[in-house]
């Protein structure tokens, strides 16, 4: 019962938030979803997933099987999402990276330092920046349809990730100045990114909440099945071993409708996965973690 009240205490500010947008567009209010998007993927996010990396503190020998663990992880997602794209015939640019990418960051670490403290919290975070690089290289490609990779290497939060990584390795930090200053940017981007779930959410069209079900059932069963193979295959403690399944396992991440929105696929579509992948969430979470303990 303790970890269902843990997890609805993290997921019930996720709902709140997004209930404002939705109720500040059925009031009929403005709300101009290109600009908001603008400013969190280029500055808000970019600057959470900095201070993030460069805060987390891991002794660096730890890092080497959770690394490999992690990239052999989403290896193992990449190839069992694009058959299950072409399985049911989805465009791979709308369905592709939602299914592929989960909530890691503001689901996936506080879960994780609830759940297994401090150590726990470390390992989640590595995973984060596993995924954060991959999501905004490999799928920000995938979204955008292609093309030339300095497209890619141009986005903020490619730079953000591979930097936060180097200050995580090193041990270094930005002073204090500066730290306080992008604490506060990073600040909006959570917010932001909910709110402008809500307003996606109210233009949905329900016919895509069957298929949002069945690819968030079938995310959830993948991504705990590729990474307990992981995870055995790297022998890893019990602590990172958890961590591996259960940052894999949340649901779609709010980042994925950001990018829809950006790169102009299908968003309302993309917004119905967030949606419903976060609601089974609240039943595949505990299920996941009574696996785990």
């Known amino acids: ?31 101009r979803v290109r600009f908001v998007t603008r400013l969190t993927m280029n500055l808000g996010i970019p600057a959470l997933v900095f201070t993030s990396l460069m805060k987390t503190r891991i002794d660096p020998d730890a890092l080497t099987g959770v690394v490999l663990a992690g990239l052999v992880a989403y290896g193992g997602m990449t190839v069992a999402v694009f058959l299950v794209v072409r399985l049911f015939r989805l465009d791979v640019r709308t369905y592709m990276a939602p299914l592929l990418f989960g909530n890691t960051g503001n689901l996936g670490l506080p879960l994780a330092m609830f759940a297994y403290g401090e150590l726990g919290l ?7 920046a596993i995924m954060a690089i991959y999501s905004f290289t490999f799928g920000v490609w995938l979204v955008s349809g292609g093309g030339s990779v300095l497209k890619v290497l141009k986005e903020p939060l490619v730079t953000a990730a591979l930097l936060g990584a180097l200050f995580l390795w090193n041990g270094w930090q930005t002073p204090g100045w500066i730290t306080n200053t992008l604490d506060l940017i990073g600040q909006m981007a959570i917010p932001l990114m909910l709110i402008t779930l809500g307003v996606a959410v109210a ?23 590729v990474a307990t193979g992981a995870g055995l295959w790297f022998q890893l403690p019990a602590v990172p071993f958890a961590v591996l399944v259960l940052q894999l396992s949340t649901p779609v991440a709010v980042s994925s409708y950001l990018l829809a929105e950006k790169y102009e696929v299908n968003s309302e ?10 609601l089974f969430s609240l039943v595949s979470i505990p299920v996941t973690l009574a696996f785990l303990l």
């Open 203 to 225: 233009r949905l069209r329900p016919a895509g909440f069957g298929r949002a079900l069945v690819l968030s059932v079938l995310k959830v069963l993948l991504a705990v099945a």
């Open 269 to 278: 579509e993309v917004a119905g996965l967030v949606v419903i992948s976060t």
């Open 122 to 128: 470390g390992y989640a975070v590595v995973i984060f």
């Open 1 to 31: 019962m303790s970890i269902v009240l843990t997890v609805l205490q993290i997921v019930a500010p996720v709902f709140i938030l997004a209930g404002i947008g939705f109720a500040w567009v059925k009031l009929g209010e403005e709300y």
